[in-house]
């Protein structure tokens, strides 16, 4: 047996016989699930590039509050039947990003500490709700119970004194934006962008986090790896054709979305074919398109889209055509 298969069972016998790493072992592979990985060194390396990123714009608390918040959800799903799915860390995820989320666009008091507990609990709460109503379709909740549930305490800021919107945009009406060419984007650094797009997952905008986060899916899935380059890459030069507005493009917001869309169409939900990468690469760009309404919804109401974009556009394309759909999924 070679040495990382030889670790990997070592480590599973661990988390078997001792709680704690057990415990450990989950909230690992919760952090992974935002991209879809089962694989607690995914997450592991997920986590060093969240606290790379975040203390790299100065913001520790993100890191602090992504541990927090997957802990926190991790220990909710507990109380949850179903050990399943909560072993492969599907109750902790949305946790994970309520904790980065809130102390990016919140000023961290002990109330947001408090806000990022409470988040955590609820998208646990929202998970099982948004999956039973969802079961008919046999798709996922995705990050949807993430994005309503920091919406809600977003929102909520604006009449709390309480909370303070420090990474708040001004509500405002949206307008037609002024942006030079297409070519505007090949002036810039095109690798920056591309690893961008990639952090931007956790609201971060950092060309090493976003190596990393391709590092920790290349060790779960090779597949998932190159969908997330290639949802990223696809996304930007999207974008840049519509002229969309070129800051948004070169820090990767424009990307994000597409690149959790290119990982679940392409690799999580549908096996890697031909046929399927057609469908992918039409999910992609659609992905791109849902971003822009989102971020002209939003606007007036001062609010992120967060990952509403790929969830949208995502269900779209999880729900219809027996045909594209694997066979696991036509039961």
């Not at 090949?186 to 797009?197: D, I, M, R, V």
């Amino acid at each position: 047996m070679n040495a990382p298969a030889e670790v990997s069972s070592q480590w599973q016998r661990m988390s078997q016989s001792n709680a704690l790493i057990g415990f450990i072992d989950v909230t690992l592979r919760g952090c992974a699930q935002v991209m879809f990985q089962n694989n607690p060194l995914t997450g592991l390396i997920f986590f060093i590039a969240i606290f790379w990123a975040a203390y790299g714009e100065g913001n520790p608390a993100a890191a602090y509050g992504c541990v927090l918040g997957t802990v926190v959800a991790t220990l909710t799903g507990l109380g949850l039947p179903d050990r399943t799915s909560w072993r492969a860390g599907l109750y902790g995820y949305n946790g994970c990003l309520v904790g980065v989320a809130l102390p990016t666009f919140l000023a961290m008091t002990p109330l947001v500490w408090g806000c990022i507990v409470l988040g955590s609990i609820v998208s646990v709460i929202a998970t099982v709700c948004i999956a039973d109503v969802l079961k008919t379709w046999k798709i996922a909740a995705l990050t949807a119970p993430f994005v309503l549930t920091t919406w809600v305490i977003l929102l909520g800021s604006y009449m709390f004194s309480g909370l303070h919107g420090t990474g708040l945009s001004t509500p405002k009406l949206p307008v037609a934006v002024s942006v030079e060419t297409a070519e505007t984007l090949f002036n810039a650094s095109l690798f920056t962008a591309l690893f961008q797009g990639i952090s931007q997952v956790y609201l971060f905008s950092s060309v090493i986090a976003g190596v990393l986060f391709i590092i920790g899916l290349a060790v779960s899935s090779l597949w998932a790896a190159v969908f997330a380059l290639v949802g990223s890459l696809l996304a930007m030069v999207t974008a840049s054709i519509l002229s969309a507005d070129n800051s948004d493009i070169t820090s990767g917001l424009y990307s994000f979305s597409a690149v959790l869309t290119a990982i679940a169409l392409g690799s999580t939900f549908n096996k890697p074919s031909w046929r399927i990468l057609a469908y992918t690469l039409v999910g992609i760009v659609f992905t791109v398109f849902v971003q822009g309404a989102m971020n002209a919804l939003m606007l007036p109401i001062g609010i992120p889209t967060l990952t509403m974009p790929f969830v949208l556009a995502s269900w779209l394309f999880l729900v219809p055509n027996q045909d594209v759909m694997p066979a696991h999924r036509q039961v």
